[in-house]
Each structure stands twice: as C-alpha cells, then as structure tokens.
C-alpha cells in the first residue's frame, strides 16, 4: 500500500513539475522545433518539389488534388506573382539604388497596369520626399483611374522615452499619397524568441495617425483590395467578404502556413519574375539610336513585357502571367537584410527567405483559406485558461495510464507499451498537422 501511494505521490509531484515547465515555457524551444519539423515532413503544397525528376506528381500529391492549397502550377494556380529586385535586375537596371521613382517605379505600375494586374503592393518603403514623387504619384493615380489599387508600405515604429511608449507611423512621401486613394499596409514582423517568423498580425490598433481609419499588415490590406470586400472584425478573427483569418488566442495574429521554401533557391514555390523583366516593355531598343533605355545592360533588352501590355494579346485569352493577379515588388537582394527564418530553413538547404515572399505565403493562405488551427497553443508561455486546462486534463491522462502499466507489467513490457504510447500521442499530434495518421508508417518504410 505504501509503495502504491508513493507511486501515485510521484506521478502526481512529475504531473505538477512538468505543467509548471510547459505553463512558464521550459519546453517552447522544444515545441517551436517540433512545430517546424512539420513543415519539413509535409513539404511544399506549391512550386518544383511536388514533382518528380521525370515531371510526374508525387504520390504524397495524388491524393490531394481537391485541395486547392495544391498549386499544380505555381504560376496559374496562385493569385500572386513576386517581382523582385533581385542581383540580375540590379546589375541590368545599372542604376544607384534608390531608384529613381518617376524612371523605375512609375514604369513599373504603368507596365504592370498595361498588363491587367489587379493590385500592385509593395514592401519597399518610400518615407522620404524627392523630386520625382510628384512623377510616382501621377502613374499611381492613372492605376486608381484603370480599377487597380496600389498598396504602399508602412511601418508602426515604437519609441520609447520618458513618457513610456510612444507609436510613429513611417508612410510614404505626402507628395506621392495626398490626392490618391493609396492604401498603407504594414510590414513589420513578429518573430518568436528564436528569431523565426511563424506568425503574421492582422492590424495595429495602435495607430492614430489619420491617414487611414484602420491600418492592415500588407498581405490583409492586399486581400481587402483584391476582394473588393470592407473587413469585418468578430469575436475570434476577421471576415473579409467570405473570407476569414482566425486570431491566434485572441492576438492580433495568426500563423502562417507556408507554401514551400524560398523562391529564390533551388525550389521554386511562387512565380518570381526579376524587377528588370518589367522595365523590359519594348518602347526602347538600343539598335534604334534615338532614345536611352532603362536598363544599362544592353545586351538584356528583349522587350518581355511588349506582348503581356498589347490589347490584342490580353483580348485574344493569351498566357498573360500578370492578368488578375496581385503583384507584390520588393527586395531580393541579400545585402538588404530583408530576411527571415522560417521553418523551411532547413528544408534541402533552401535558406532564409525574403520579406517579399513571406508576404506572399500570407496573401496566398487567406485566399485559399489554408489556415492553421490548434486547440492548444504549442508554445507553454502563451497559454491561456483554457489551454491550461486542456494541458493539465492530458497530462494526468498520460501519467496515470503509463503509471497504471508500470504497475501492472512487468519491467520489459512496462518499457514497450510506456513507449508505445508515448509513440502513439507523438504520431497524432504529426499526423493532425499532415492530414495523415500513417505518416510515421510510411515515414520508416520510406513510402513518399
């Protein structure tokens, strides 16, 4: 008898213990690493890896093809296309960087709009005043007066004095906004204490400058215009038109889920289309002789954007990669620093990926509504009541069943079915994420 009560002494004392641990965040560096070991195991659901060497689809695939969040093609199948200012576009551009806005970025939003783009973002900061503004400004109001919006950057910087926090609005040029109906998205980042980005925030209530009435993070204010829809805030997220983007424990945030690696590595997961490609419209050849083209390098000018801006092309149904589509432009250079860890660092040596495409991850997650749901907050320090609850139901129910093995088993067996279970749990909580419960199955047998 006073084995038993001992017994039931420590397993209570290691319930106790270990609820502390996971309530006060021993165990989130664990957890964040499990969380991202998910990822791994999924793989990408778009882009060059969800096929094999001899083009045909993998079999993990096959059997998920009424999931939209499945990009067969990750040019037509997504809703954006990632312009970016990448080493090729910067040596073919030629220019100091920044560039000029009334030569480089009032061409790319014509270009862009000539090619029946539906919303242009862009995760560039144009916060200082220059003489070209005025230029940006006109091509901006010439997108609003053609149906397109434009969405510009905007960060909520917080500073902090004697009188405590206080919250400045970094926005664009007033020369390039006033008169326009631009609209301010945020593209700050949270990143958990690892330094990886695994969540993204809905709004800033913080705000007051009164430029805007709400301010959005870049991917939710890209979708608003996108939709056409005006966001409605309840209890547990925000509903855009038919859209929702559930808070994650009553934050202004909520995880990404994302599609695949880096663009800009081996695998592609997006259609990434070099900034130099969309200055490349055809109006200026150099073996003409009687104008100066935008690009320095000469030998690059080959007029791709020329057939995606002629009306005969966009009127016949032409392969248009632009058409409808959300078009976010920005930094693809390394020496910008606009690189983040993400789960899929790790994935076949892929890397960090650019702010430009983390953005597109999140636009492309609320429209095809690939959200991710979990009924306990994988990170100990975030728990609420409820998960406090939750954790303490599981834990005893664990406890007690290894403890009433132990008792009632021999050594050997006690060992095989403790682990057992233990194996058991692990599986689930993979396989809830993967939409799979023989993963673990054919994980050892090695079946893709």
């Not at 109001?141 to 397109?148: H, S």
């Not at 990669?321 to 020496?335: D, Q, R, Y």
Request: aromatic share 14%.
């Amino acid at each position: 008898m006073s084995k038993n009560k001992l017994a039931y002494s420590l397993t209570l004392i290691s319930i106790l213990l270990n609820l502390v641990f996971y309530w006060f965040g021993f165990y989130d560096f664990l957890e964040q690493k499990l969380y991202d070991y998910r990822f791994r195991l999924r793989g990408p659901l778009s882009g060059d890896y969800i096929y094999e060497q001899s083009n045909k689809l993998k079999s993990r695939y096959s059997n998920s093809l009424d999931n939209k969040a499945i990009k067969l093609n990750y040019s037509s199948d997504n809703d954006i296309v990632i312009i970016g200012l990448d080493q090729a576009s910067y040596t073919n551009i030629g220019r100091f960087y920044p560039y000029d806005r009334g030569l480089i970025w009032s061409k790319v939003i014509d270009n862009l709009v000539a090619a029946n783009i539906s919303v242009i973002a862009f995760d560039i900061m144009f916060d200082t005043q220059t003489l070209s503004d005025t230029i940006f400004s006109k091509s901006i109001k010439n997108a609003e007066n053609k149906g397109v919006d434009i969405i510009l950057a905007a960060n909520n910087q917080i500073e902090t004095g004697i009188a405590g926090q206080m919250y400045s609005l970094i926005k664009p040029s007033g020369m390039i906004i006033n008169g326009t109906n631009t609209k301010l998205g945020l593209v700050g980042t949270i990143n958990d204490n690892d330094g990886f980005i695994r969540k993204y925030i809905t709004f800033d209530n913080n705000i007051t400058d009164p430029y805007q009435k709400e301010y959005y993070s870049l991917a939710l204010q890209s979708v608003i215009s996108f939709k056409d829809q005006s966001p409605n805030f309840i209890k547990n997220g925000i509903e855009i038109g038919e859209l929702f983007i559930p808070h994650h424990f009553n934050e202004n945030t909520f995880l990404i889920n994302y599609f695949g690696p880096d663009s800009y590595s081996r695998i592609k997961t997006f259609n990434i289309i070099p900034l130099h490609e969309i200055l490349d419209d055809g109006s200026c050849y150099p073996e003409e002789g009687d104008c100066e083209p935008i690009l320095q390098n000469h030998d690059e000018i080959d007029g791709f954007m020329e057939l995606f801006t002629m009306d005969e092309w966009n009127n016949q149904n032409g392969v248009n990669p632009f058409k409808n589509k959300i078009a976010i432009i920005g930094s693809a250079l390394k020496e910008h620093h606009d690189m983040f860890n993400t789960p899929f660092n790790n994935f076949n040596h892929t890397g960090q990926m650019f702010g430009v495409e983390l953005h597109a991850n999140v636009i492309q997650q609320i429209l095809d509504q690939n959200h991710i749901q979990v009924p306990i907050s994988f990170k100990g320090s975030n728990t609420n009541l409820n998960d406090k609850f939750i954790s303490l139901i599981l834990f005893s129910i664990i406890s007690f069943l290894i403890l009433f093995i132990i008792m009632n088993f021999n050594p050997i067996n006690s060992i095989i079915f403790s682990f057992t279970i233990i194996l058991f749990w692990f599986s689930i909580s993979i396989g809830v994420f993967l939409n799979d419960f023989l993963w673990l199955f054919k994980y050892l047998l090695n079946i893709d």
